[in-house]
T-cell receptor, first 112, second 115 residues
Framework: DTGVSQDPRHKITKRGQNVTFRCDPI?????LYWYRQTLGQGPEFLTY????????KSRLLSDRFSAERPKGSFSTLEIQRTEQGDSAMYLC??????????FGSGTRLTVV | AQKVTQAQTEISVVEKEDVTLDCVYE???????LFWYKQPPSGELVFLIR??????QNEISGRYSWNFQKSTSSFNFTITASQVVDSAVYFC????????????FGKGTKLTVNP
């Protein structure tokens, strides 16, 4: 078990471009979360999946953001028409029910 | 609504000093979980401890100890005999039972341990 993997580790994109991030959770974990962390702040919840169902979305997740978890395995987070305010670390975490999260190393997005 | 406050933004100590990181939480739920995470410069969040609201027993793990007091809604973290490798940002977090059990994080405390 290699833990939670996120790809890419870093992404630099021009404003207005679309970006997609991938998260591979721990294989037996049925819950998957996305968080966003801006400089000097704690992570903030974006969305949550139980198996393939997206059960909760934060108000932070604007219409430009979409997340999927096909077949309840890996997940993708897409940001359309990126803005400079989207620059942040995007963290993925997985858990088996409520028994402790494991976080990935994150994808750092820089929008220029 | 849930809220976590870490009033100390930055702390700087000299190696071997003891240091306590404060965490105050707010929730109306009677069942909840409290966490501490460490975030070194490399960026990953490292799990340190999880406590549930029914267990107020203090915990010690090596140089780390945690003091949970429901009466003051606090869950403080003490590092004894700090080391340079303890330098990191430390986050306190809260989740409540039922639903997504998402974590609500504080803003973190940056600890610098100087040699």
């Amino acid at each position: 078990d290699t833990g939670v993997s996120q790809d890419p580790r870093h992404k630099i994109t021009k404003r207005g471009q679309n970006v997609t991030f991938r998260c591979d959770p721990i294989s037996e974990h049925n819950r998957l979360y996305w968080y966003r962390q801006t400089l000097g702040q704690g992570p903030e919840f974006l969305t949550y999946f139980q198996n393939e169902a997206q059960l909760e979305k934060s108000r932070l997740l604007s219409d430009r953001f979409s997340a999927e978890r096909p077949k309840g395995s890996f997940s993708t987070l897409e940001i359309q028409r990126t803005e400079q305010g989207d620059s942040a670390m995007y963290l993925c975490a997985s858990s088996l029910q409520a028994y402790g999260y494991t976080f990935g190393s994150g994808t750092r997005l820089t929008v220029v | 609504a849930q809220k976590v406050t870490q009033a100390q933004t930055e702390i700087s100590v000299v190696e071997k000093e003891d240091v306590t990181l404060d965490c105050v939480y707010e929730t109306r739920d009677t069942t909840y979980y409290l966490f501490w995470y460490k975030q070194p410069p490399s960026g990953e969040l490292v799990f340190l401890i999880r406590r549930n609201s029914f267990d107020e027993q203090n915990e010690i793990s090596g140089r780390y100890s945690w003091n949970f007091q429901k009466s003051t809604s606090s869950f403080n973290f003490t590092i004894t005999a700090s080391q340079v490798v303890d330098s990191a940002v430390y986050f306190c977090a809260l989740s409540t039972q039922g639903g997504s059990e998402k974590l609500v994080f504080g803003k973190g405390t940056k600890l610098t341990v100087n040699p």
